[in-house]
């Protein structure tokens, strides 16, 4: 049984502090923090203008930064040997991972007018990679709060709506990843103990009170460690087909269809794709209800309908993701969902908090099983969002 253990902030970021002065043989001047995410639920639904309920995660990515003398930007992971040096300009073409860090140096300064200067930049993480767990938007919005304090600037209101923009351009522009903005919107704007409904045609976005203690669940996230891209083809070629399907129906986006004219689609799978988008959308809008009214079973349905249509109608779910879901529930959870962007990562199960430990066990007896790599497991503790540390 492996737990994911988020680690304490303050910790973390004076370990990165001694890492970054023996990296650059100075002291970091600031440390950003920026969580991870878990979806409770509305997937692929932030690029077709609709609804997300995401929850900041307490696991984390920290940027420990200092200005340098000259125009130039050093940037270094603790979970890479890889260093990305070049000018603010060069930023824009950095390969890798280093595309979202450096890259969204470039689109704070390109884009949204932010005095970036030269700087050294060492991250640390405790998202998990390639889980599905928003490890890159967490990167962006890491450095981009580093960067934003070496600029003097207030991370007010309007400065962390420039930032998620500028995360957005690193993520599509640099790194060319076609996603929707949940991601680094709730990086930005999490609460502790309460997920975020997000409204992606009207830009709005509020807080939706967890109260998970008064439910007697707890929401485990679990990541099959299968590899999970957002670059690699497959989100893209969904939107493609989502955006396809909008315009066959005459609509600026899937947010302004019906079922009924989505069921009059004549392409098969187009009609699939749009149909999970038009559920979806409405399936967030019940989760918030029944989470106001602590209706379990509504709940559990809905995450169990959710996770049926991502695997029938959108096609992104998979072997290992399918089998946590059916496990999860049969140990007693309320119900189970995949969780991101598919293809691999993870699922979300809301357990009764004392069917936990159970749960887990027969998740990881059944991986056994089945001839699958070993899962590992986290708890996805409502938390705030991103800030600087130092």
């Not at 991870?36 to 995660?57: C, F, K, M, Q, S």
């Not at 603010?88 to 007018?113: C, D, I, K, N, T």
């Amino acid at each position: 049984m492996t737990f994911l253990e988020p680690g304490d902030p303050q910790t973390t970021a004076e370990h990165l502090g001694g890492a970054f002065r023996e990296a650059f043989g100075a002291p970091a001047q600031v440390v950003g923090r920026a969580p991870g995410r878990v979806n409770l639920i509305g997937e692929h639904t932030d690029y077709n203008a609709g609804l997300v309920l995401p929850l900041a995660l307490a696991h984390a990515t920290y940027a420990a930064a200092r200005r340098r003398t000259d125009d130039r930007v050093r940037v270094r992971s603790r979970q890479s040997d890889e260093t990305w040096e070049g000018t603010l300009a060069e930023a824009s073409a950095a390969p890798g991972w280093a595309g979202y860090a450096a890259g969204v140096l470039w689109a704070l300064a390109e884009r949204e007018g932010v005095p970036v200067p030269g700087m050294d930049v060492l991250v640390d993480s405790t998202v998990p990679l390639g889980a599905g767990l928003s490890s890159s938007a967490a990167l962006e919005c890491a450095v981009a709060v580093a960067a934003v304090a070496l600029a003097d600037q207030e991370l007010d209101d309007d400065l962390r709506a420039r930032l998620v923009r500028a995360a957005m351009t690193a993520e599509t522009e640099v790194v060319d990843a076609p996603t929707g903005g949940m991601d680094q919107t709730i990086a930005m704007h999490g609460r502790g103990g309460a997920a975020l409904l997000i409204d992606f045609r009207s830009g709005e976005h509020r807080p939706v009170p967890l109260d998970l203690d008064d439910l007697g669940l707890t929401v485990l996230v679990t990541d099959t460690r299968v590899s999970h891209a957002l670059h690699d083809g497959g989100y893209a070629s969904r939107r493609a087909d989502c955006e396809e399907a909008a315009r066959l129906l005459g609509l600026p986006s899937l947010r302004e269809a019906t079922l009924e004219q989505v069921e009059g689609l004549a392409d098969d799978r187009l009609r699939r794709r749009a149909r999970h988008i038009v559920t979806e959308i409405a399936r967030v809008t019940a989760t918030v209800e029944a989470l106001a009214e602590q209706d379990r079973a509504a709940l559990g349905r809905l995450f169990l309908a959710s996770h049926v249509s991502m695997r029938d109608d959108f096609e992104i779910s998979c072997e290992e993701l399918d089998t946590v879901v059916e496990t999860a529930v049969e140990a007693g959870a309320v119900g189970a969902r995949m969780t991101g962007g598919g293809f691999g990562g993870s699922a979300v199960s809301l357990v009764p908090t004392e069917r936990v430990s159970a749960v887990v066990r027969a998740i990881d007896a059944r991986f056994v099983t089945a001839g699958f790599r070993a899962p590992a497991h986290l708890l996805g503790v409502p938390s705030v969002g991103a800030g600087r540390l130092g």
